[in-house]
């Protein structure tokens, strides 16, 4: 006999756990079921060789919600960081480098750009803190909006219209640009170009160019973490740290957790959802059914087209989610020397690229099926502030590789190993020798990112980050208030608005709408 | 400088271009006094006819004459001064392994051809123009209309706001959201969620690249197909068609209608500068010294040209004069224009067939479309370029002699400036016109032996005769940050400048570029409104 629950949480990514938390804390009964042996999703460490552990998909936290890591106590449930507000290094051309914190900068750059640079970067946090308040704020309707979803609209209206005339006719014109016009307004030093380039594309499928490229770039600089916006955290153990945490809040307010449980369907009866089937065959029946899982996997395989309106399944497929970011992880036996990089600077972030037209020219081929033959990197050393995840004098490297589409015409599984020693030897050019330290080597390209961690189209963010996917419309407008076509079917994953990142708010919320109808339920009953 | 004895005008319009000329005719219409100051020898600006070639008349810049406003030509009755509109019969894009895809204007017949090429693309063909259309039919009526200052409280922008706020709640939540995809996508992810043959969605592709800085993989290139949509002809939503006589006739009508007004036209009268006394325009000073002053000035230049050449950066405020020199007006596309000695024949279309007497199209696939601007991204002009061309002489025998004919071939892309040092004004021009040419007789045997003559225009002619800044034919590129109360400069998009009693009425202004003539209309109702003139409301209020 199978115990009963309230609610179903199908897979434990972070938001998964995230949602699961707040709903046993507020006294619900719930059980999260993950397909694989691991929880954490994206936001996982793991071994890839004997004694070297690394983040292998996510490595980096910049978004974690500041609200979520609050209510849930996650520093009570073991989430210590090895570094906050992290440096960020660019590498470029013949050794050229820049070094950037908050608002301080160095290195390659002209006088007339640094004077420029903490302006410029204040002012592009002060636009993104306005869409802070949206994070958290489940999207009001489109039409037939109640009056509790006008004032979330006014609010949101109010926020950008509270800036003042001019920073609003700013913001107003600037989201809707391509990043690569709006540094080069500004900069004309390479490196601050490629930096701001680095965090505008990273994850989309767009190059810098690309028009919403600075909507993207505003969408990550929301992110706050230890007080900081646009700040770059690494958390003590990799980012599974994060996922154990807010698995530990869960289950320590009541929640259940069960690995290698993968959900083969969603029990629909009389439109409604009332419980999972699992792949062994068993049932377990819930009053509502949360999805971690992203909205096409959800609604196509797990509910099913004959339970669904022929618009909406069209419009659930419609989704874009082309990945175009690659993951490399390699444990090495000692410490790569980066010409003209220091201990400090291997202790942050490193982007490896030496200009923004670089960057677009890699964005090129990528276009077209192919692999950049010099591909954007972004790498990160945890091993070195945090050396339990090595022991001592050995490493991991941790690098998203972009471009490298999810659709690769020469087929991935046959060039996979082209593509590694590609990435290895635009590695090797700026850190000379790095391949005879490499003890093991990981590459997840788009293809193993679905197939490993459930990533629709290897794209990070269960869905691109543009204005048609986003709020309202994310991930389609019937189903933008986490609850869809089904009733007591819910998303709380990155395919939900606000969207990726290890962020948790896609969770937060969700569990927030399960609570208002869970509330309103009893009221009926 | 000698002050010459002319008296003072109502209204001067700096630029015969279409726009200019819309607008002065409207202010004539309504009464006032209004001259229009032309630095060429010819009007039109870039909606022009030249004989370049003993016989021929080439529409040698802009080529198509579809997104006119009918109200305006209602209102400027420009039928009756000799504009007469011809829609196109078909087009067709011609494909590297021979075949073609034909378009027809018969919906039935065109449907057949799309079987032959793909039986899904033929089922989705109804689904794709009703999209297409319903958007286009919710933009039309916001052509002729005054964006709104969304940071602002006077009433007038808040009841602005209102009516588009109620206007796009019209559409119901389905097609908000659709709209709201139209203004982002990119018009490669559009046509994938209807069509599977590469030729099929190239050939619709291409209206979204025209005149763009842009390729069909950008973002926010569906919206640029939408603004090639939003004509029409004898109330054919999105059909496209030739002007008899050439573009030409289109200026030459509205200055017709103009001079029916007691307007005046002075040609060879270069504006060196607007002048400006006490904070406010009084008048020009000419190229030659001549000063004369108006009570409201209208430049048809491009905000660059207007703010950054003919105005001065003292009587301007700081931060706009950063946001014009911000303003992103690439230019993107040449053009050739052919005298040929008889009518080429095409990859196994028949002779005569309805499709060449409308536009041609020699790129096949969205992916040969995109890296077209990869090359222009790389500053050289597309090696495989995209190419939008037709032969106006067979449906206006006017424009050649007896028999022969003239082709109009506009090229995407071709950047402003090239790299490497490399000038247009040298070998490069020559090379580019052979790419051109080489484009189409790959699919065109008896082509090249037709030529007698052509003209060869990059965007650095189009800047140099024409005067638009980097040759950019919208007068500013259409992106999101550059549209509706962004166009030209937030702030400043209700068409009077920062400097009282001056306006602007070019392409640069809201709603953008193309032959369309908004722009002007609606800068003359904004001055007629500031001068308490009623009587000109070329909107067409929705019922709601």
């Known amino acids: 006999m199978t115990k009963s629950y309230d609610h179903i949480v199908i897979g434990a990514g972070h938001n998964g756990l995230t949602a699961a938390a707040y709903l046993a804390k507020a006294g619900g009964r719930v059980l999260v079921l993950e397909a694989r042996d691991a929880i954490g999703g994206a936001s996982a460490t793991a071994e890839i060789a004997p004694g070297y552990k690394v983040s292998t998909c996510a490595h980096l936290l910049n978004q974690l919600h500041p609200r979520v890591a609050k209510d849930l106590g996650l520093a009570s449930h073991g989430l210590k960081f090895a570094g906050t507000d992290l440096p960020t290094t660019v590498l470029g051309a013949s050794g050229a480098v820049l070094r950037a914190q908050g608002d301080n900068v160095e290195g390659a750059i002209s006088p007339a750009d640094r004077a420029k640079y903490a302006a410029f970067r204040k002012k592009l946090l002060k636009f993104s803190k306005r869409l802070q308040p949206m994070l958290l704020t489940t999207p009001p309707r489109l039409l037939n909006r109640d009056f509790k979803q006008n004032m979330d609209l006014l609010k949101l209206g109010w926020a950008i219209r509270s800036l003042g005339r001019t920073d609003m006719r700013e913001f107003l014109r600037v989201a809707g640009m391509n990043v690569y016009d709006l540094v080069r307004d500004d900069f004309e030093s390479d490196l601050v170009q490629v930096l701001f380039a680095n965090d505008a594309v990273l994850g989309t499928s767009m190059g810098p160019r690309s028009p919403g490229t600075v909507l993207t770039l505003l969408y990550r600089l929301t992110g706050e973490i230890a007080g900081r916006q646009g700040a770059l955290a690494l958390p003590q153990g990799g980012m599974g740290a994060v996922a154990d945490a807010l698995a530990a809040a869960a289950t320590k307010a009541g929640a259940e957790i069960r690995t290698a449980a993968p959900v083969a369907r969603i029990l629909i009866e009389n439109d409604r959802a009332v419980g999972v089937v699992l792949s062994s065959g068993e049932e377990i029946r819930a009053g509502h059914i949360l999805s971690n899982a992203d909205p096409r996997t959800t609604f196509v395989k797990l509910v099913g087209a004959r339970h669904l309106d022929a618009g909406f399944q069209r419009d659930v497929t419609k989704i874009r989610t082309k990945g175009m970011a690659a993951k490399l992880n390699l444990a090495l036996d000692s410490l790569p020397a980066f010409t003209g990089l220091n201990q400090s600077d291997l202790a942050g972030r490193v982007i490896l690229s030496e200009s923004i037209e670089q960057i677009e020219n890699a964005f090129n081929p990528a276009k077209y099926g192919e692999y950049s033959p010099t591909p954007l990197i972004e790498l990160t050393i945890p091993s070195v502030a945090d050396p339990s995840l090595t022991g001592p004098g050995k490493h991991v490297l941790s690098a998203i590789v972009q471009y490298a589409p999810y659709h690769l015409k020469a087929g991935w599984d046959a060039a996979r190993e082209d593509f590694l020693k590609t990435i290895m030897a635009r590695l090797e050019n700026f850190a000379p020798g790095i391949g005879k330290q490499v003890v093991a080597s990981q590459l997840l390209t788009p293809l193993d990112l679905e197939r490993e961690y459930g990533l629709p189209g290897g794209h990070w963010h269960h869905g691109e980050l543009a204005i048609d996917q986003l709020l309202m419309l994310r991930p389609v407008a019937a189903a933008s208030r986490y609850e869809g076509p089904i009733a007591g079917l819910y998303l709380c994953g990155a395919g939900a608005h606000p969207g990726g990142g290890v962020m948790g708010a896609a969770g937060h919320n969700a569990a927030r709408t399960v609570l208002e109808a869970r509330k309103s339920g009893e009221k009926a009953a | ?544």
């Open chain 2, 1 to 544: 400088m000698a002050e010459r004895a002319d008296k003072t005008r109502d209204v001067i319009v700096i630029g015969a271009g279409h726009n200019g000329l819309v607008n002065a005719a409207y202010l004539a219409r309504a009464g006032l006094d209004v001259l229009v100051l032309e630095k060429n020898d010819h009007i039109g600006g870039a909606a022009v006819s030249s004989v370049m070639y003993e016989g021929w008349t080439y529409s040698n810049c802009s080529y198509v004459c579809s997104l006119l406003r009918p109200e305006i030509m209602r209102d400027l009755e420009l039928p009756r001064h000799g504009l007469q509109v011809i829609p196109y019969e078909g087009g067709a894009t011609m494909m590297r392994n021979g075949d073609h895809f034909a378009t027809y204007y018969d919906h039935d017949v065109f449907r057949e051809e799309m079987r032959r090429h793909s039986r899904k693309d033929a089922e989705a063909y109804d689904h794709y123009s009703t999209a297409v259309m319903k958007q286009c039919r919710w933009i039309k009526p916001l052509l002729l209309r005054t964006p709104p200052d969304p940071t602002s409280f006077r009433p007038r922008d808040l009841q602005e706001l209102l009516y588009l706020g109620k206007h796009f709640a019209s559409l119901g939540e389905r097609d908000m959201g659709e709209l709201i995809r139209f203004f982002t996508l990119s018009i490669a992810d559009f046509l994938d969620e209807y069509f599977e043959s590469d030729v099929v969605k190239a050939h619709f592709a291409g209206s979204g690249i025209i005149g763009t800085a842009l390729g069909p993989y950008s973002p926010g290139t569906a919206y640029v197909l939408l603004h090639h949509y939003m004509g029409d002809i004898d109330g054919s939503v999105g059909a496209w068609g030739f002007a008899r006589g050439g573009m030409g006739s289109v200026s030459s009508a509205i200055a017709a209608s103009l001079l029916s007004y007691k307007g005046e036209i002075r040609v060879n009268s270069e504006v060196a500068q607007v002048l400006v006394e006490n904070g406010k325009a009084t008048g020009v000073v000419l190229a030659n010294g001549d000063i004369i002053r108006a009570r409201k000035v209208v430049s048809n230049l491009d905000v660059k040209r207007t703010f950054t050449k003919i105005t001065d950066p003292k009587d301007l405020p700081g931060d706009f004069l950063e946001r014009v020199t911000k303003f992103k007006i690439r230019g993107s596309s040449g053009k050739l224009n052919i005298s040929l000695d008889g009518m080429p024949t095409f990859n196994n279309v028949p002779a005569g067939h309805s499709s060449l007497r409308g536009d041609l199209h020699f790129t096949d696939s969205m992916e040969r479309m995109e890296r077209a601007y990869d090359d222009w991204k790389a500053g050289d002009w597309s090696r495989d370029p995209y190419v939008d061309m037709l032969l106006p002489t067979q449906i206006d025998p006017t424009m050649a002699p007896p028999g022969k004919h003239y082709m109009s071939v506009f090229v995407q892309y071709a950047p402003p400036t090239l790299s490497g040092g490399r000038d247009w004004d040298g070998p490069a021009r020559q090379q580019f016109a052979d790419t051109v040419i080489n484009q189409i007789a790959a699919c065109s045997p008896n082509f090249k032996d037709l030529i007698n003559h052509y003209e060869v225009r990059t965007p650095w002619d189009i800047e140099n005769e024409v005067g638009l800044t980097e040759g950019n034919i919208f007068q500013g590129e259409l992106t999101m940050d550059q549209l509706i109360f962004n166009r030209p400069v937030p702030g400043y998009a209700q068409y009077k400048a920062p400097i009282a009693n001056m306006y602007m009425c070019g392409s640069s202004t809201h709603p953008g570029g193309g032959v369309m003539g908004a722009p002007g209309a609606n800068a003359a109702r904004e001055i007629l409104r500031d001068l308490r003139i009623h009587g000109m409301d070329p909107r067409q209020e929705i019922e709601l």
